[in-house]
C-alpha cells in the first residue's frame, strides 16, 4: 500500500495553528478533510475543509484532551465524506513541544480508527497529525488494525514554502559539508530528502538539473520527450557530439551526467509529456516543480497540476527577439514562483488560452490546425526561438535562488514581492513583480481538488 503525503495551502495552515494554539497553552483538537492525490509512490492527502469542534471542550489540559465523537461525526457528515472520497486527518496540539505521539494518543487513535475505517469500503487513508509551538506539523496514517505508518512529507504552500520531512540518514561528504555551511544543515538535509520534477531537459532545464543536483537534492523526476540533436550542443548541459549522433533521448543523457557526478541523487527519467498518465502520476509525487517548458501547452498544464494538488512551482524561460541581421533587440531571463492561492501563469499573461488550443490542435491533429488556422478560428504557434545559453544560465540561476530564497528565507524583504523576476540583458537590469493578480478562475474552481480536478485529468483536447 502506498505511503500518504499531507499538503496544505497557507490560509488552511494559518487557520489550523489559529485555532490549535489560541494562547491559553492547553491542547486543541480539529478534524482535517483531505482530497485525494493518486501519484505514482505516495497518495497525497489535500487539505479541503478543517471542522472545528461544535461548542466548547471542557477537559483541555497542557498534556490532554477530550472530544466528543459524536459532535463530529454525525451520520449525515459521514455519509457527505464518503461520497466526497475524503481522508479523514485528526489533529490536535502539543503545547507542551512533545514531538512524538504520546502512548494516550496511540491508544486513542487505534480505538477511533478502527472504526472510521470501516466507514468506508475503497481502502482510504486516515491518519493524525499533531502541530507543535514552533509551526511544525508531524502526521502519520492510522488503519483499521490499528498499525501507524509515519508520513514522510508535510508540506504547507504560500509565498514561503515549509516542508517538514521524517529524519533521513544522509551520506556524508566534504562537499555537503561546504554547502552546510552556506545554508545551515537543516536546509541542506531538506534539499537532500526532496523529490523534485524538472520539466524540459534543454536550455534552462538542463542548467537547472545541474544546480539541483550540485546542491545535493535527494531525488529528480525529470521529463522531457526529445532527442539530442546537434543544434541542441550549445545550451544542453553535459550533452555531447555522440548523443547527438547515437539519437539519445535528453533524459537519457541528462541521467548519465548526473550518475556520473556522483552525488547520490537518484533520477526518475520520462520521455513523454505531461500529460502521459505514468508522468502525471510521477509528477504528484514531487515536493516542488520546475517547469522549463517553452509552449503554452506545457505551461497551462504544469499550472494545473500545481493547482490542483497544492505544490510550489517555478517556471523558467527566456524571451529573444532578433532583428535577423545578427542584432539582439530583446532578451530577457524570466522566471515565475506560482502556489494555489496566488496568481498562476495564466492570470500573469505567460501564456494565453488561444495559444494552449492551437498548440494542441497542432500536436494532435495539424490537419484541422492549417484549416481553422486559414479560417481565422486559432492563434499561429509561434516558431522557435534562438538560444544564447549565457542568458539560460541566468535565468536558471534566478529560480534556483529563488527556490532557496522561500525553502530557506534569507532575502531581507519578503517572498511576495519576487513572484515574477526579469532579467533585462539589453537594458542591464532586473525587475521583480509582486503578484496582485490573484488565481484566475479558471484554475481557483480546481485549487486543491486533486483527482477530481478535470483540467488535469480529461485535457486531451482544449477548445471546440
Given amino acids: ?26 491542547e486543541a483538537v480539529a478534524i482535517l478533510l483531505c ?41 449525515q457528515r459521514i455519509s457527505e465524506i464518503d461520497q466526497n472520497g475524503q481522508s479523514i486527518i ?34 482510504r487513508l486516515n491518519g493524525s497529525a499533531i502541530a ?34 521524517l529524519n533521513q540518514d544522509h551520506q556524508q561528504a566534504e562537499y555537503r559539508d561546504h554547502l552546510s555551511q552556506i545554508f545551515g544543515q537543516g536546509t541542506l538535509n531538506l534539499l537532500q530528502s526532496l523529490r523534485v520534477g524538472v520539466i524540459g531537459c534543454s536550455g534552462t532545464g538542463s542548467i537547472l538539473i545541474e544546480l539541483l543536483v550540485r546542491n545535493c537534492v535527494g531525488e529528480l523526476v525529470i521529463v522531457d520527450d526529445d532527442l539530442i540533436e546537434e543544434k541542441n550542443l550549445n545550451r544542453i548541459i553535459n550533452s555531447t557530439v555522440d548523443d547527438a549522433k547515437s539519437q539519445r533521448s535528453k533524459v537519457s543523457s541528462i541521467a ?33 516543480i520546475f517547469g522549463c517548458v517553452d509552449t503554452a501547452f506545457g505551461r497551462y498544464h504544469l499550472d494545473c497540476i500545481a493547482s490542483a494538488y497544492l505544490i510550489p512551482y517555478f517556471d523558467t524561460g527566456v524571451h529573444l527577439e532578433a532583428d535577423g541581421n545578427g542584432c539582439i533587440t530583446v532578451a530577457d531571463a524570466v522566471t515565475h514562483y506560482t502556489y494555489p492561492e496566488g496568481g498562476s501563469l495564466l492570470s500573469r499573461g505567460a501564456y494565453t488560452m488561444s495559444q494552449v488550443t492551437a498548440e494542441n490542435w497542432k500536436r494532435l491533429d495539424p490537419e484541422y490546425y492549417d484549416q481553422q488556422l486559414e479560417n481565422g478560428y486559432l492563434t499561429s504557434v509561434g516558431e522557435q526561438q534562438p538560444a544564447v545559453i549565457s542568458l539560460n544560465m541566468q535565468a536558471a540561476c534566478m529560480t534556483f535562488n529563488d527556490f532557496m530564497a522561500r525553502v530557506h528565507h534569507f532575502r531581507i524583504d519578503s517572498n511576495g514581492q519576487f513572484s515574477t523576476q526579469r532579467f533585462r540583458l539589453v537594458h542591464g ?22 483527482d477530481k480536478s478535470l483540467l488535469v485529468n480529461n485535457n486531451t483536447r482544449y477548445g471546440n
Fill in 1 to 26: 500500500m502506498k505511503r500518504a503525503i499531507l499538503s496544505m495551502n497557507d490560509s488552511k495552515y494559518t487557520a489550523i495553528i489559529s485555532h490549535l494554539f489560541p494562547g491559553d497553552n492547553l
Fill in 35 to 75: 482530497n485525494q492525490g493518486s501519484g505514482k509512490l505516495y497518495q497525497r492527502l489535500i487539505v479541503s475543509d478543517i471542522i472545528y469542534p461544535s461548542g466548547s471542550l471542557s477537559d483541555r489540559k497542557q498534556d490532554f484532551i477530550s472530544w466528543p465523537v459524536e459532535d463530529f461525526f454525525t451520520p
Fill in 90 to 123: 485528526i489533529i490536535h496540539s502539543h503545547p507542551s513541544g512533545c514531538t512524538e505521539f504520546s502512548e494516550v494518543d496511540d491508544h486513542n487513535d487505534q480505538r477511533l480508527f478502527s472504526s472510521i475505517c470501516n466507514w468506508f469500503d475503497d481502502g
Fill in 132 to 165: 507543535l509551538p514552533d509551526g511544525r506539523i508531524t502526521a502519520r496514517t492510522v488503519d483499521v488494525q490499528g498499525t501507524f505508518n509515519q508520513m514522510p512529507a508535510v508540506s504547507v504552500v504560500g509565498e514561503n514554502i515549509c516542508i517538514w520531512k
Fill in 256 to 288: 548519465r551526467a548526473i550518475k556520473n557526478i556522483g552525488t547520490g541523487t537518484k533520477v526518475d527519467t520520462y520521455c513523454g509529456l505531461t500529460d502521459c498518465p505514468d508522468v502525471k502520476d510521477a509528477l504528484i509525487d514531487c515536493d516542488v
Fill in 429 to 450: 537590469c532586473y525587475e521583480n513583480t509582486m503578484d496582485e493578480q490573484g488565481p484566475h478562475p479558471l484554475l481557483e474552481r480546481y485549487m486543491g481538488s486533486g
